[in-house]
DNA sequence: TATCCTGTCCTTTTT
DNA sequence: GGACAGGATA
C-alpha cells in the first residue's frame, strides 16, 4: 500500500510535467541579478542546512521563492521533490503565485507547497491505516523530543532520530482498530463537544472543569508531540489529575470517529514517520530538498517533523526572524530556531538585513525597542529608504479620546497633513493588543462615518449558521459522523430534547453502530413515540434519500446541498427568526452555496473548508483596517497607528504574570511586529485613563515606550486638537493633561531616558506636593499625589466632584457624586477649589 | 421544551 | 460591561 511506484503515479496526476527536471536545467537564472547579495548568498546555498535570518521587510519571501525556482531551473530537484511548508494558506498560495510568476507558468506541479497541516493530512489520508489506537495512544514512547535531542548532540550521526527508536513491522491491516482514510477533520467545537462528554462521563463536574480547558491542556501536550503515554509524569496533575486519563479516552473516541482534531495531523505523521523508518525513508529520498517559513513559529512537533524528514539529505532551509516569534503562547518554541546551529551542525546562517520597507526613524525605533529581550540571534537592520518622519508618540485622556484623535488623524491624513503626503484610507492600519480595544475605534469610526474593516474576528465558517450547515453536509456525505448528527439532530427544532437524543445514544452504543444506525434502530423498536418519532423518521429518512442523491450524476452537489437546507427546514427556522441576526445569517448561507460552485462535490468542499479557514473578504472600497498585533504579521502599511501602550495592556499583565521575562520579552517582540508594519508613518499613542471590564482604571505609558530611543520620536502634544474643537473643559485637562505630562520629560532629556515606567512610580512618591505652578499642566501632573487627604473634596474632568474615600500610591479611590466610586490615579485630579477655571462637561 | 435569569469569565489564534 | 453558558422556571 505504500508501493513507491502508485506513490508517483498519485503525483504524477496532479503534476505539470513541463516543469520537469532535464527542460529547467542548466538554464540562465536571471533571477539572481535582482537580489541583494545576501538574498542571493541564501538562494545559493542550495546544499546542506541554512537559516535565514531575514529581518522585518527584508524581502525573505522574494528570497524564498526565488530559491524554489533556482532549486528546478538548476535541476536539483523536481517540482514535486520540494517539501515547502508554511503556516498559513495564505503565506502559501502567496509562494506559489510567486513562484508561477518567475517562472512564468503555473506550478500546479508543486504538490508539497503548503500549510503543515494541509501536508500532513496529504500524507495521513495515504497512511491513514497506519494510525491504529496503539500508535494513537503512543504505546512504548518515550519523550520524542528528548530522543531527538539526545541524538542531535552526536549530531554526526546519519540517520540520527530513527536510530532511538525501534521499528515495528508493517502489518496495519491486522489491526483493526485505525483510521481510513476518509477520517474527518474536527475543529475546536466539535473537540470541545467530544470532549465535554468525556468529562461529564467520568463524573466531573463540567462547570468547575471546563472542555475548553481540557481541550488547552491536550492541545499543549499535541504540540509538544506527547501521545498520551508520552505525557510526562510531571503533568499528572493537569485537569484534576484526569488529564492524561481523558486525554486518552478523547484519543480512543477519535479513531473510533474515524476522525483527527489540528494537533493529530502533525502527530500522527510524526508517530507514524517515527515507528515506521522505512516509510519515513521514501519521504527522505523524496523530499530532496526542505524549505519552511516562519521557522520561529514552529512548535515542537512541527520542529520533530521536519527534523525526521530533513534527518538524511539535511537540504533544509529554514527561514525566520527570532524577534517576530509571537505565537509562543500556542506552542511556538523559539529555541527551535535559536538552536538551528546546534541541530544542524554547519549550517549556514545568513541574515537579510537591509529593509525595504520602513523609514530609518521607524526602524531604528523598532530596533531601539527589541534590543531590550536578552536571548536574541541578533540582527541589524538598515536601509537606504531615507529618515523620514520620526515615530510620533501621543497621550490621552481616555480610550474614546485616543479613538476620536486617531480618527480626525486618519482624515486629515486623507488630505496630507504636516508635509506628509495624502494617505488614502487603504494605506491605514490600526494596531490594537488585544480585539476588544477595537470596539472603541468601531464606535468612533461609525459615528464619523470613517469607513473601516476589522480583519481576523470570527470567520466565515465558524459562524453557527455554516457550521450548522455543513454538519447536515456532513451527516449526507459521511452517516457515521456522529458529531454533525447530535448537532443537527435537533436543529431546526424537532422535538428531539435531551431525552430523546439520549435514546438514539443508548440504541446506538449497544449496538455498536453510529447514530443514525442508532435512530433507526431505535425507530424500528418504537422506542421512541409521537412528534419526535414522526420528526426522526423524516430526518433519517432525509438523510438517506439525500445520501442517494449526493452519487446521482443529473443533480450538482450545489441543488443538493440547496435541497438539504431547505428541505431539512434549516433555511425556513432562519427565515421565521425574528432576531436582527437573522438575515444575516441567510445572507451566509446562500454565500455558502456559492463557494461550493469551485467544488466536484460535498466531500470536496468539506476537505477544504476542514483546512481553510480563511476570510479574505475583498471588498473595492478604501476602508481603514483595524486588527490586532498578531493578525498584522507580514502585513505593512503606509500609516500605522499603534493604541493602548499602557503597562498592563501592552505588555499584557497576564502574558507577564503567567511567563515572567518570556511573556515580557514576547510582549517585546509584538511591540517589534507592529512598529515595523509602518512604512511611512507611525504613531504610538496611550491613554491615561481606561475602562477595564466596566470598570474605570488608570493607566500607565508602556515600558516600551521609553525603550524608544529619544532620538527617533516625536512627542505631540496635541495642543491643536485640545484647545480647539471642543469643550473647554476637555482642553487641558483631557487630552492636554496627559500630552503634558509627556511635554515635561521631553523638555527634561535625562528624564526622558530613565525608564519612565519606574520614574513615574518614584516620582509619585518623591516629589514634594509643592506649590502648585501656575499653569493647569502643574496641577494635572505626577506630584500632586500625596497631596490628598481622605474624605477631601476633589474635581476630576471625567467624573466631576467626588470625595477621596482611599488613597493608594498614586492611586485614589474617589466616590464621585454623580459617577459614583472609581478609582483614578490622582494627577487626574484637582482639589476641589483648585479646579477654579475648569469647566465641568 | 422554550425562556429567562444568574453566575462566570474575560489576550493573542492558525490549522 | 457584556457575552455566554447553564440552571431554574413556566
Known sequence: MNDFDEFDAFEGASGGGSLSQRAMAARPAPYLDELNPAQRAAVEALDGPVLMLAGAGTGKTKALTTRIVHLLNTGRAGPHEILSVTFTNKAAREMKERVGRLLGQTVEGMPWLGTFHSICVKLLRRHAELVTLDLALGAGGEDPLAAAQTTAQAAAQQDDVLEDLTGQPFAPAAIPNHLKSNFTILDTDDQNRLLKQLIEAAGMDVKRWPARQLSGVIDHWKNRAWTPEQVPTSEAAAFNNRGIELYKQYQRRLIELNACDFGDLLLHVVSIFQRYPDLLDQYRRRFKYILVDEYQDTNVAQYLWLRLLAGGHKNICCVGDDDQSIYGWRGAEVGNILRFEKDFPGAEVIRLEQNYRSTSHILAAASGVIQGNSNRLGKTLWTDQGDGEKVRLIGHWDGEEEARWIGEEIEAGQKGARGVRPHGLDEVAILVRASHQMRAFEDRFLTIGLPYRVIGGPRFYERMEIRDAMAYFRVVTSPADDLA???????????????????????????????????????????????????????????????????????????????????????????????????????????????????????????????????????????????????????????????????????????????????????????????????????????????????????????????????????????????????????????????????????????????????????????????????????????AVSAYTLGERVFHQKFGYGSITGIEGDKLEIDFEKAGPKKVVAKFVTAANDAGGDVPF
Open 485 to 783: 448528527f447530535e448537532r443537527i439532530v435537533n436543529t431546526p427544532k424537532r422535538g428531539l430534547g435531551d431525552k430523546a437524543q439520549q435514546k438514539i445514544q443508548m440504541a446506538a452504543r449497544q449496538n455498536g453502530v453510529p447514530l443514525v444506525e442508532g435512530a433507526r434502530l431505535l425507530l424500528q423498536d418504537k422506542g421512541i413515540g409521537g412528534k419526535g418519532a414522526k420528526e426522526l423518521a423524516l430526518l433519517v429518512d432525509n438523510i438517506d434519500r439525500w445520501g442517494r442523491l449526493a452519487g446521482d450524476e443529473d443533480l450538482s452537489h450545489i441543488e443538493l446541498a440547496e435541497m438539504i437546507l431547505d428541505e431539512s427546514g434549516y433555511t425556513t427556522m432562519w427565515q421565521n427568526d425574528k432576531t436582527p441576526e437573522a438575515p444575516g445569517r441567510l445572507e451566509n448561507l446562500k454565500e455558502l452555496v456559492k463557494a461550493l460552485e469551485q467544488f466536484e462535490n460535498l466531500s470536496g468542499f468539506l476537505e477544504h473548508v476542514a483546512l481553510i479557514m480563511d476570510n479574505d473578504s475583498q471588498d473595492a472600497e478604501q476602508k481603514v483596517s483595524i486588527m490586532t498585533l498578531h493578525a498584522a504579521k507580514g502585513l505593512e502599511f503606509p500609516v500605522v497607528f499603534l493604541p493602548g501602550w499602557e503597562d498592563g495592556l501592552f505588555p499584557s499583565q497576564r502574558s507577564m504574570d503567567e511567563n515572567g521575562v518570556k511573556g515580557l520579552e514576547e510582549e517585546r517582540r509584538l511591540a517589534y511586529v507592529g512598529i515595523t508594519r509602518a512604512e511611512e508613518v507611525c504613531t504610538i499613542s496611550f491613554a491615561g485613563n481606561r475602562r477595564v471590564y466596566g470598570q474605570w482604571q488608570a493607566q500607565l505609558p508602556s515600558r516600551f515606550i521609553d525603550e524608544i530611543p529619544e532620538e527617533h520620536v516625536e512627542v505631540l502634544t496635541g495642543s491643536g486638537y485640545a484647545g480647539g474643537g471642543y469643550g473647554g473643559g476637555m482642553g487641558m485637562g483631557g487630552l492636554g493633561g496627559v500630552a503634558s505630562s509627556i511635554d515635561s520629560r521631553v523638555a527634561d532629556a535625562n528624564v526622558y531616558n530613565s525608564p519612565g515606567w519606574k520614574r513615574m512610580q518614584a516620582r509619585s512618591h518623591q516629589r514634594p506636593v509643592g506649590q502648585p505652578k501656575e499653569s493647569l499642566k502643574t496641577v494635572i501632573d505626577l506630584q
